[in-house]
């Protein structure tokens, strides 16, 4: 592929949150697997296993809990103080009071409800390095889904809470010596989000010691 193909595939990337009701082909299911499998792991350990969830009861569990979970999380944000210093990055006081009852709702994390496929990616306890070695493997399956033209979003909001994690685990049956890292949902796209801010290169990248330039 040409760089600067990759480039822009890379730029147009989104985190999707709204889906259409389309089943999505076994097939296209089964190469973003392969996608996955494909990824760098240390010591080649490979620790990682996928749940793939189509039953709409199992993924309407998913979408609960994640708004359960992602509802504790920013309400304690709120009494924290923190909430303030994120809404502030927002103009208008009606932007501010939407994002703000998007979050302390849960609603931010119970879209999942409405997704086609859920991948649970779970990972070996006994690895050296599960936290990078996910991460791979979870980019691959965003980026295989974002070529076939689907949407998808990486979220930890059902799991974060460890008594959250255990009800996922008895909801798709995960031995106990695997962990349930975070949700993949995945679908076609019922939105289009335009490019959101990112940092200038010479904000994030240094050259032989931080802060320079050179």
Request: aromatic share 10%; with cysteine; hydrophobic share 40%.
């Amino acid at each position: 592929m040409d760089r600067d193909v990759l480039l822009d595939f890379l730029k147009t990337r989104r985190s999707i949150r709204k889906f259409k009701p389309d089943p999505i082909p076994k097939e296209q299911i089964e190469m973003i697997l392969e996608a996955a499998r494909w990824a760098p792991s240390g010591d080649n350990a490979q620790p990682w296993r996928f749940v793939v969830v189509t039953d709409r009861e199992k993924i309407k569990t998913l979408g609960q809990l994640g708004g359960e979970g992602s509802g504790r999380r920013f309400k304690a944000e709120y009494v924290s103080g923190l909430m303030e210093k994120r809404l502030t990055t927002f103009k208008t006081e009606e932007t501010k009071h939407r994002v703000y009852k998007r979050l302390v709702s849960g609603a931010v994390s119970a879209f999942v409800s409405d997704a086609p496929v859920v991948i649970a990616v779970c990972c070996r306890l006994d690895c050296w390095d599960p936290p990078f070695d996910i991460s791979t493997a979870s980019q691959n399956i965003l980026l295989m889904a974002h070529a076939l033209g689907l949407g998808a979003c990486w979220l930890e909001a059902p799991t974060t809470d460890i008594r959250d994690e255990y009800k996922v685990r008895d909801l798709l049956k995960v031995p106990e010596q695997y962990t349930i890292f975070h949700i993949i949902a995945i679908g076609h796209p019922a939105e289009a989000p335009g490019l959101r801010f990112r940092l200038k290169l010479d904000e994030i990248a240094f050259w032989n010691e931080w802060g320079s330039s050179k």
